[in-house]
């Protein structure tokens, strides 16, 4: 049998699924502890992954490939459907980034969350079963996505990236 050639960028999206995956087990390890914060953690990490990758093909750094762009809309959009409720009362203190504010503001935070799930939606509209078909429209339902990022974390993160 012989194996097919892989393109580096298979190679690049499938590393970001990987990375998702593996989010995603160190999540349901979490969850047998009960640790909300290393899973949040872990799907911000798993975010920061599908955003670099994103990036890199915007700034045309990585040449667009539309399972890549797939492969981080699709990590994005589990993450938006499942970060929320990570934050229960008493999972403000200990070894987090997490601001007070979320606590003394539920509702602003949740209009983060809210606005960022309705962008990742636009996205994976597009993305459709096979991603955007080019960068161009990539690049108009991922920018205003990425900008999700500084707007909640300068509010509700207290590393204000
Ligand atoms: C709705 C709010 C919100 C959005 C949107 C959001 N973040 Fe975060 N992010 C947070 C909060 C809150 C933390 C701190 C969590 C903690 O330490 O418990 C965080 C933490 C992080 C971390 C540190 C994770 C770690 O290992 O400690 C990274 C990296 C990160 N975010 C990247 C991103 C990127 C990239 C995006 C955009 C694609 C994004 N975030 C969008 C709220 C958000």
């Known amino acids: 049998m012989s194996k097919a050639p892989r393109s580096p960028f298979l190679s690049i999206s499938l590393a970001v699924g990987l990375g998702a995956s593996l989010a995603v087990a160190a999540a349901g390890a979490a969850l047998a502890a009960d640790d909300p914060l290393v899973q949040r953690q872990a799907l911000m990490d798993a975010t920061a992954a599908a955003a670099a990758?994103?990036?890199?093909?915007?700034?045309?750094?990585?040449?667009?490939?539309?399972?890549?762009a797939k492969s981080a809309i699709t990590t994005l959009w589990a993450v938006s459907r499942n970060y929320g409720h990570l934050f229960p009362p008493g999972s403000d203190t200990g070894k987090t980034e997490a601001s007070p504010n979320i606590w003394k503001d539920r509702a602003g935070f949740d209009r983060h969350l809210a606005k960022f799930t309705a962008d990742v939606d636009k996205a994976k509209d597009v993305s459709g079963k096979d991603g955007p078909t080019d960068l161009d429209s990539f690049k108009t339902v991922m920018n205003p996505v990425l900008a999700n990022c500084k707007s909640c974390h300068e509010d509700y993160r207290l590393t204000k990236k």
Do not use: H, Q, V
Request: glycine share 18%; no cysteine.
């Open 53 to 68: 990758l994103s990036g890199g093909m915007l700034k045309g750094e990585i040449p667009y490939d539309r399972t890549a």
